[in-house]
């Protein structure tokens, strides 16, 4: 069974910046593509940014330049510095991972979502 547990999210001042986790533990061979998604009040969910195993990233228009996302493989741990919040940042912020069991298996899961608020 694999888990993923987020941490970093919480009450900032436009302007400030907050640092997001998010850990994988279990029945892991092999981590893949990991991602952290959006979701606002009344807004449909938003892929803010993704990192391969390689480190190779993408981001969405509306965060690149404040947002950075980096992964520790050894740890299996993805993170999400973001810098400059807005007010519009505001939601909750789930992490999302693409990983191979130790049985083979290829599955996507989810992190519980962490709320980031952005008001001073």
């Known amino acids: 069974q694999v888990q993923l547990v987020e941490s970093g999210g919480g009450l900032v001042q436009p302007g400030g910046s907050l640092r997001l986790s998010c850990a994988a533990s279990?029945?892991?061979?092999?981590?893949?593509?990991m991602r952290w998604y959006r979701r606002a009040p009344g807004k449909q969910r938003e892929l803010v940014a993704s990192?391969?195993?390689?480190?190779?990233?993408n981001y969405a228009d509306s965060v690149k330049g404040r947002f950075t996302i980096s992964r520790d493989n050894a740890k299996k741990t993805v993170y999400l510095q973001i810098d400059s919040l807005k007010p519009e940042d505001t939601a909750v912020y789930s992490c999302?991972?693409?990983?191979?069991?130790?049985?083979?298996?290829?599955?996507?899961?989810w992190g519980q979502g962490t709320q980031v608020t952005v008001s001073s």
């Open positions: 990192i391969t195993r390689g480190g190779s990233t």
């Open positions: 279990g029945n892991i061979f092999n981590i893949n593509v």
């Open positions: 999302n991972v693409i990983i191979t069991t130790d049985l083979g298996l290829i599955n996507d899961y």
